[in-house]
């Protein structure tokens, strides 16, 4: 309440939500690697709650080096089609080192990428809004065969080894890792708090 007791709108980490069905998500939003790419991987998991529940409504962003290291990506994540004003998409040959996706019903999520090159433990960084949440979370994924080792990486030797797994994806079969979002409770995501 102001001193003349209005009451003040909400701001945007106050409103109810989630909203992000609504005009985020872009078609092939999980497709960073070009198509029919000889290199591209495929990384999937569940967002889940505190309970173990599928959070069927997160959106998650990720952004990537590209596998040289470079951090410049290319245009084509949200083109627009100059006639009609709706998205066309990515270009399909591009790689542009961002995505964005909505989870299903089960809370799944899989995006389509190349490896992440250049750092000593390179990693996928990923953003997550969720129900619940009055503020985005970030965490990020490493690949198994690109060395987790705490002394790769100055955040990785900050943490216990069960903490340390939280970040690290399940190989599955070529080409395919699991890494599974635990937002509170048993198994947490590593979480990075940005100031």
């Known amino acids: 309440m102001t001193g003349q007791d209005t009451p003040l709108s909400p701001t945007p980490s106050h409103?109810?939500?989630?909203?992000?069905?609504?005009?985020?998500?872009?078609?092939?939003?999980?497709?960073?690697?070009?198509?029919?790419?000889?290199d591209a991987i495929t990384v999937h998991g569940r967002v889940r709650d505190g309970a173990g529940a599928a959070v069927p409504d997160a959106l998650l962003e990720f952004w990537q080096s590209g596998p040289d290291?470079?951090?410049?990506?290319?245009?084509?994540?949200?083109r627009r089609d100059p006639v009609t004003g709706g998205h066309l998409g990515r270009n399909g040959v591009d790689f542009?080192?961002?995505?964005?996706?909505?989870?299903?019903?089960?809370g799944h999520w899989a995006i389509r990428t190349l490896p992440p090159g250049g750092a000593a433990a390179p990693y996928i960084a990923v953003c997550v809004f969720a129900r619940g949440l009055?503020?985005?979370?970030?965490?990020?994924?490493?690949?198994?065969?690109?060395?987790?080792?705490?002394?790769?990486?100055?955040?990785?030797?900050s943490l216990d080894p069960a903490r340390r797994e939280t970040l690290v994806a399940r190989a599955e079969a070529h080409g395919r890792y699991r890494f599974d979002i635990r937002l509170?409770?048993?198994?947490?995501?590593?979480?990075?708090?940005?100031?």
Not at 138 to 148: C, N
Not at 184 to 195: A, I, K, N, P
């Open 96 to 106: 542009t080192g961002f995505g964005r996706v909505a989870t299903d019903a089960d």
């Open 134 to 157: 009055l503020h985005h979370l970030f965490t990020r994924i490493h690949l198994p065969e690109h060395g987790t080792a705490p002394a790769s990486d100055p955040l990785l030797a």
């Open 184 to 195: 509170q409770g048993e198994e947490e995501t590593v979480f990075l708090d940005f100031r």
């Open 15 to 38: 409103t109810v939500g989630p909203f992000y069905g609504y005009a985020l998500p872009f078609p092939e939003g999980g497709d960073l690697a070009p198509a029919g790419h000889p």
């Open 69 to 78: 290291g470079s951090l410049a990506g290319a245009p084509g994540s949200l």
